[in-house]
């Protein structure tokens, strides 16, 4: 089985400060690992994945994650927080004896203050 | 332009009816998900199809019903049996291991 989970529901940080969601997914196999951002009323997008080539992986509008295997990790951080970062992101995670089954974590609202 | 079509938009449930949700795509994806979106749940997967004439449950198929007849549809039948049914339902699909396709949503509410 196959299971991630986002350890904060709700994350607020001032604009211009370091930003950090935290995801660990439980996989039988290699996973593969996704971030998808959902902004208000707008549909999902994703952000990066991760499928087994570099551990560091980089994303779009300055987010990255980093896959730590011994952690069964795959945090997504940014250096500094924009305003228009706020929203709601989703870990996903892929693989293991489900071949295809991609299973979203329950979610993180982030509030960036001005 | 390719992308993934539900309709309806809206949709409103009456006790003991069935109603099916439509999900097309003309991304020539082979793989095809159903999502069900709660508040402070995230989306839990119903149903998933890499194939046509093949599909398996997800986390919560129970009170749902899917087919996969062609590569392009996949329609979701929200039976009476299930008792919550109340929710943004969210389909989507994908290369193998590639980034998933969203559709807008459908809304369905109980009358």
């Known amino acids: 089985a196959q299971s991630v989970t986002q350890l904060d529901s709700h994350v607020s940080v001032s604009e211009g400060t370091p930003v950090l969601l935290r995801c660990n997914y439980s996989?039988?196999?290699?996973?593969?690992l996704f971030w998808y951002v959902q902004h208000p009323n707008k549909g999902l997008q994703l952000l990066l994945k991760y499928t087994s080539a570099a551990t560091l992986v980089k994303g779009i509008n300055g987010f990255e994650a980093e896959f730590k295997k011994s952690e069964t990790s795959f945090h997504l951080t940014k250096p500094s927080a924009h305003m228009s970062d706020a929203a709601e992101y989703f870990c996903v995670v892929s693989g293991g004896t489900s071949y295809g089954k991609l299973t979203f974590g329950q979610g993180t609202i982030l509030t960036v203050h001005p | 332009d390719g992308g993934i079509t539900q309709s309806p938009k809206y949709l409103f449930r009456k006790e003991g009816q069935n109603v099916t949700l439509s999900c097309e795509q003309n991304?020539?994806?082979?793989?095809m998900y159903w999502y069900r979106q709660d508040p402070g749940q995230g989306l839990r997967l119903i149903y998933y199809s890499q194939i046509v004439n093949d599909f398996q449950k997800g986390d919560i198929a129970e009170g749902y019903s899917v087919s996969r007849e062609k590569k392009e549809s996949f329609p979701l039948t929200v039976t009476s049996a299930q008792k919550n049914p109340t929710a943004f339902y969210l389909c989507a699909s994908n290369t193998q291991g590639g980034k998933l396709f969203f559709g807008s949503g459908t809304q369905l509410s109980v009358l």
């Open positions: 996989s039988s196999y290699s996973p593969s």
């Open positions: 991304l020539n994806h082979d793989a």
